[in-house]
């Protein structure tokens, strides 16, 4: 039985690094069962680079009319800062960000020395090891809820230590600022979107911002 929803706000998906909008489905058809329209953008870091993925990203914003909200996995959360934070067009009433790396991963200095994945993601990739790219990345001026994993490895022989992870991105580098409020789960980084309690996390942060939209 299909959910409703008093607000007619549109949900904007973007997906991460190395992904396709396919690895979003499944958190797709739980958004739209409960009663949202929802709309993919879709990019390929190794035949555009980071700033012409952003340029395309704030023309794709500016076309949306209507109230309108964003779901970003991994990558596409630096993208969404970094295309809002030179967009005119209306803001999103909400962000929610599911393993994005808001300060910089330790791992992408590591993968970034291996041609391999130099060719593949290109200049998203070369941004991910560089500290300047994470300090000049534009703040969110929308409402945002961060979600996290922490099942990845930790001990003496993980690249993270004793910090919780999510096998790909750490919990300490999922914050925006100190004070957040980071939402965790015992998920990996590659696949969360597709667990139960993550896609209810998303829909109830979402019904929230549509919420205090029509109270507003």
């Known amino acids: 039985m299909q959910e409703t929803d008093t607000s007619a706000m549109k949900i904007l998906l973007i997906h991460g690094l190395s992904r396709t909008p396919l690895s979003l489905l499944l958190l797709e058809r739980r958004l739209q069962q409960a009663g949202w329209t929802t709309e993919h ?10 700033d012409r993925i952003v340029a395309r990203l704030q023309s794709r914003l500016h076309r949306i009319q209507e109230p309108y909200s964003i779901v970003v996995h991994s990558l596409g959360g630096l993208l969404t800062r970094s295309a809002l934070g030179q967009n005119e067009s209306a803001l999103p009433n909400h962000v929610v960000m599911l393993g994005t790396p808001n300060r910089q991963p330790r791992l992408a200095t590591f993968a970034n020395q291996i041609p391999l994945f130099q060719w593949w993601t290109g200049q998203c990739g070369a941004n991910l090891a ?13 409402p945002y809820t961060i979600i996290a994993g922490t099942s990845g490895p930790r001990g003496v022989w993980s690249p993270f230590g004793a910090d919780l992870n999510d096998g790909i991105v750490a919990l300490n580098e999922t914050y925006l600022s100190p004070c957040d409020r980071v939402i965790t789960f015992p998920v990996y980084h590659t696949f969360m979107m597709n667990h139960w309690h993550v896609q209810e996390t998303v829909v109830q942060a979402l019904k929230l911002a549509a919420n205090a939209t029509i109270s507003a």
């Open 41 to 50: 953008f879709a990019y390929t870091a190794v035949l555009e680079s980071y």
């Open 130 to 142: 560089e500290q300047a790219f994470f300090v000049n990345l534009p703040p969110l001026e929308s």
